[in-house]
């Protein structure tokens, strides 16, 4: 066969191979196409994140400039705004502002102003409280006496020896609270008193070290006291402002800010970076008295909003719509801003990228349809070819193998009766002849009863009589069978019990002894051994399980055999037989909704198993579906 189909292969093999060639070639093309594509989508992304780049890092620099005035305020002036700005000089971070309060409970500044109210009141202060109570007092009597310059004298009397004689803030700041608290009258209070709470004292009155007003101090001195201290001199401070007038707000917010903490730099740092997406902090060498130090300045960024501002203008100016954006490429913890990236987002260039991969996609699927058609067009060619030689092979086998079969016992039954008529009569001899003529009528009466079987269930023409009837009847008309046509001897055993099946009782007649005969042909043992078996299968039903001492079937062609025409090879004497002996019997089990097939098989015998549908249930006289 191989012979007949070479020149057809040739030449699909050839028209193949052209095409396939003329295929990959247009499939280069449009891959080419699409590449074009991206490339131009991609050079012009790169223009518009690169300008959205460099006008974030125009934006940043710009805003650090800005903020250069309240970042020096806030460095030398506790009450001035510090959140949002970050200053270091000489490795020490300045802003944001990291004071924070003495651990612990302890109120040692609570107890000594009580103890100074204490004194004050039982007239017995001890040292160092003597000559400050002492003209504490007189300024009080001044002022009680109506007499305000010289409440005024006193008063800068008392303000110049306490700036003399200092003291460490653990009592210095509970004096002064006490101090404004005692002297505080409204309009009446003594200038310089008013001055000691907000912007300290003039700079002619001495003393180691200026105080810069009670507001001032007692933030920039918060670390030394814990936070109940705090807390108690912060509300008698903004009570004594709140009294005289003196604002208080900056105060307060400052004590809320003052627990910003410390901002960790990276080491190496060499140009402006962006920390945690909310610092931008920029590096400059600078002068500082004649030493030049690396000062580092930074300000808290909203970095989404200057995005969507970035978008914002890009829109107005018309790079691209209402959808596009903005964002980071990366979200790194640090990012020097000369490696930073933004990546601009824009929904047409997305929908043009899948239009691009769309259109590759449907050529591509054009391109390979093609060659599928084509190789699907060949493989229908050689395979129609090898079906049309295939069929003219089978029929020739067919009719070659039924012809012999058909004159094999025709010729044995004319030449047995033409004998019979001349001999039997006067030789004892002779008197099996009759025997063997009806196993040779039998032998092709079984051999035509399958041909027209086999037709009719394959043109679908039988017509189907199912009845319930017990396996063991069957096994009975099978055994009834073999008496009269098994030309060796054959033990048939079962084992159903009351199993019932609901099948077309000739069929399987039919089925079962095409199974026995194939035993018994294919078999070199004396007896030939039947065993039926049958168990419940459910939901299924049953399965019967029909097993032989044969000589075997090999694995590979356990599905073969049960195909059209399908012959096995036997190394011993011929076998006689059309091939549809099992074929025969697959379509009797589908017929009836079953199967057949090897259930396993050795040089020792053959088993198949046979699946059955269970009986259909019928209602009992008297009683109604529920």
Known sequence: MLRRLLPTLLALGCGLLALSWGL????????????????????????????????????????????????????????????????QFRGIQFLPRITRSAPGSRTPARRQYRELLRALSEGSPAEPWVERLSRLRAVEAAIAAGRSARANALAEDLLRYHAEHPLPPEQELPFVVLLLERLQGGEATPPLVRALLRDGLPEDFGGIERSAGLQRDLLRERWRFTQPDFDFLLAHTVWVSTALGEPSDDLRARAREADAGMLVMPEGLSGPILIGERWYVEPRDEVVRGIQDEVVRGIAVDLDALLKDIARDMRERGHFGKDG??????????????????????????????????RYGLKTLLVATCGAL???????????????????????????????????????????????????????????????????????????????????????????????????????????????????????????????LEVDPSLLRLLLINLARNACAYNRRDPVELTLRAYPHPPHGCVVLFSDNGIGIPEDEWENVFRDFYRLGSQGPEVHGSGLGLALCRKIMALHGGHISIDNSSPEGTTFSLLFQAPSQEEEPGQTAA
């Open 24 to 87: 990959v070639s247009l499939q280069r093309i449009f891959a080419q196409e699409r590449e074009d594509a991206h490339a131009q989508l991609r050079s012009s992304r790169d223009a518009l994140e690169e300008y959205a780049t460099q006008s974030l890092k125009h934006t940043l620099s710009k805003q650090l400039e800005a903020s250069l005035v309240p970042i020096h305020a806030a460095m030398g002036d506790p009450l001035a705004p510090g959140e949002g700005f970050f200053l």
């Open 374 to 500: 084509a190789v699907a067009i060949g493989v229908m060619a050689v395979v129609a070819q090898h079906g049309r030689y295939r069929y003219i092979e089978l029929k020739s086998d067919f009719v070659a193998t039924v012809s012999h079969e058909l004159r094999t016992p025709l010729a044995s039954i004319r030449l047995l009766a033409e004998t019979l008529e001349r001999k039997l009569s006067k030789v004892p001899e002779m008197r099996d002849y009759p025997e063997r003529i009806v196993q040779a009528a039998d032998g092709l009466h079984f051999l035509v009863e399958n041909i027209l079987s086999f037709n009719r269930i394959d043109k679908g023409r039988w017509n189907l009589k199912p009845a319930r009837i017990k396996l063991d009847e069957l096994v009975a008309m099978l055994r009834s069978d073999l008496v009269g046509n098994a030309s060796v001897p054959v033990r048939l055993t079962a084992d159903v019990g009351d199993v019932e």
């Open 325 to 358: 954006l903005v964002r980071l490429r990366t979200h790194d913890a640090v990012q020097p801003l000369e490696s930073l990236r933004l990546e601009v987002s824009v929904p047409q260039w997305t929908a043009a990228e899948t239009a691009i991969e769309q």
